[in-house]
Nanobody
Framework: QVQLVESGGGLVQAGGSLRLSCAAS????????VGWYRQVPGKERELVAT???????DYADSVKGRFTIFRDNAKNTVYLQMNSLKPEDTAVYYC?????????????WGQGTQVTVSS
């Protein structure tokens, strides 16, 4: 059974940093495209960052230069390093993984971790 577990969220002041983790079981993330998404109440889930099976990364314009996505295959974990946090980064953050050859609309989701940035 595939399971993704996010952790690392919390409350931080503006300008601070957090590192989120997406740990997988039941699936090896090395051949997956993994994305970090975020969602605030009343809004659609937003793609924040992705990393492909070849470690090609991409970011939403709103986080470029502040967030970094990377993986540790030995730990079967993908991370999201978030620096220079802003109040508008406040959201529930989710990770999603899918095999690189599958439809981007498919995949497995974690349960989410709350990030709150105070001004």
């Amino acid at each position: 059974q595939v399971q993704l577990v996010e952790s690392g969220g919390g409350l931080v002041q503006a300008g601070g940093s957090l590192r989120l983790s997406c740990a997988a079981s039941g699936v090896g993330l090395s051949n997956n495209v993994v994305g970090w998404y975020r969602q605030v109440p009343g809004k659609e889930r937003e793609l924040v960052a992705t990393i492909t099976n070849r470690d090609i990364t991409d970011y939403a314009d709103s986080v470029k230069g502040r967030f970094t996505i990377f993986r540790d295959n030995a730990k079967n974990t993908v991370y999201l390093q978030m620096n220079s946090l802003k109040p508008e980064d406040t959201a529930v953050y989710y990770c999603k993984a899918r095999k690189w050859w599958t439809d981007p609309r498919t995949g497995y989701w974690g349960q989410g971790t709350q990030v709150t940035v105070s001004s």
